[in-house]
Structure formats: structure tokens, C-alpha cells
T-cell receptor, first 115, second 114 residues
Framework: QQQVKQSPQSLIVQKGGISIINCAYE??????FPWYQQFPGKGPALLIA?????SEKKEGRFTISFNKSAKQFSLHIMDSQPGDSATYFC??????????????FGRGTQLTVWP | GAVVSQHPSWVICKSGTSVKIECRSL??????MFWYRQFPKQSLMLMAT?????????EQGVEKDKFLINHASLTLSTLTVTSAHPEDSSFYIC??????????FGSGTRLTVV
């Protein structure tokens, strides 16, 4: 069973546009929601993360919106650039005491930004 | 920031041989290491979780005798693919967990078995 569902599978955006990727989860015990960016042949790198006590977090051009009641969260990339072309994964996990549990990943979104 | 060094970045081996992949946390102590496998254009599939000094916990369907994981110290974990076959060809990624820094991923290892 897919713990985290991610859409769309692929996304094509024009330079300067807004890229939006959506994720949904079922397990209400999840309390840490990171987004990762992965370039071909490289490992994922943390982009931004959010905890459910806030509805939005912004870091530069990247914003996470979180809807706890709907069990959904999304990544917005403002002013998308060709260098943002990569695969993006949402993930979720549950903190166990002071440590983090295993990550559950979405299937990924391949973003292409056209110049 | 937290850095995880993974080596080698790519390896080609003959069918039937064994290959070792190393993962080191350079500036923090990794209480837990995760090993993933990733097929082209797919998500990361967790293979096993290891805590320093104890046996790894393997996910369902992962052969623990084929994928040997050792986590002998807080900064080093290794994955050995034993008696590799072409179907073991994949991209392997490690991730280190530190209770403070969260998760940090290695750069991945492309394994090709010929």
C-alpha cells in the first residue's frame, strides 16, 4: 500500500512559471514531511520540510503548503528555472520520541522547465 | 552541513562476484543507516535499516543473504551485494539518520553486473 501518493508523475513548466506538486498521505501519525530534489545519477537532497503544526513554510522560491485536515501537502516552486529541472519526491515519517522513523516516499515527479 | 560520503559512485562487476559499497557520515554520528535501491524513473525502495552495533532489519522481499549490511561504527555502514547477477544492476543509495540533523543521503552507487 502506497503510504504517500504523489502527483503529477511529470510536469512541464515554462521558465518563470509556477510548478506545483501535490502529495497525500493516510497515516495520521506522520508528523514530518520533507521534499527532496534528485538530479540524474545523484542521491536525493533535502529541499524543504514541514511539520504539521504550521500550514505553510517558505524558503526562497520554494514553499510547502500543508493541509492537516485533508492530509495533503504540496510543493510550489515560484519563478521556475531550467536549473530546477529534476525529480522531486515528497516523503513522510513519524517521529519516535526524539528521533525520526523511516521515510515513506511518493513515486516522484519529473519536472522539466523550458527556457 | 551534514555530509554522507558514498563510494564507489559506479562499479561494473562480473556475474557471480561480490561488490561492497561504503557509506560514511563525515561530520556527524549516524545512529541509523538506511539502504535504498532505485530503478530508472522510479522512487526509492527501502531495502534495509541498520542501527550501529546491531543486525540490520530487512524489508519484506529483500534477501538478507544476498545484500549483507554491516554497521560497525557510528560513521560507517557497508552494503555487500554477494554473488551479483545482472538483475542486481541498479542504483543503490544510502541515507544516514541523525536525531538532530534528520536524514542525509549519499550520492548513490550505480552497479552494473555483466
Amino acid at each position: 500500500q502506497q503510504q504517500v501518493k504523489q502527483s503529477p508523475q511529470s510536469l512541464i513548466v515554462q521558465k518563470g512559471g509556477i510548478s506545483i506538486i501535490n502529495c497525500a498521505y493516510e497515516n495520521t501519525a506522520f508528523d514530518y514531511f520533507p521534499w527532496y530534489q534528485q538530479f540524474p545519477g545523484k542521491g536525493p537532497a533535502l529541499l524543504i520540510a514541514i511539520r504539521p503544526d504550521v500550514s505553510e513554510k517558505k524558503e526562497g522560491r520554494f514553499t510547502i503548503s500543508f493541509n492537516k485536515s485533508a492530509k495533503q501537502f504540496s510543493l510550489h516552486i515560484m519563478d521556475s528555472q531550467p536549473g530546477d529541472s529534476a525529480t522531486y519526491f515528497c516523503a513522510a515519517t513519524r517521529r519516535g520520541g526524539s528521533t525520526l522513523g523511516r521515510l515513506y516516499f511518493g513515486r516522484g515527479t519529473q519536472l522539466t522547465v523550458w527556457p | 552541513g551534514a555530509v554522507v560520503s558514498q563510494h564507489p559512485s559506479w562499479v561494473i562487476c562480473k556475474s557471480g562476484t561480490s561488490v561492497k559499497i561504503e557509506c560514511r557520515s563525515l561530520d556527524f554520528q549516524a545512529t541509523t543507516m538506511f539502504w535504498y535501491r532505485q530503478f530508472p524513473k522510479q522512487s526509492l525502495m527501502l531495502m534495509a535499516t541498520s542501527n550501529e552495533g546491531s543486525k540490520a532489519t530487512y524489508e519484506q522481499g529483500v534477501e538478507k543473504d544476498k545484500f549483507l549490511i554491516n554497521h560497525a561504527s557510528l560513521t560507517l555502514s557497508t552494503l555487500t551485494v554477494t554473488s551479483a547477477h545482472p538483475e542486481d544492476s541498479s542504483f543503490y543509495i544510502c541515507s544516514a539518520r541523525d536525531g538532530v540533523k534528520g536524514y542525509t543521503f549519499g550520492s548513490g552507487t550505480r552497479l552494473t553486473v555483466v
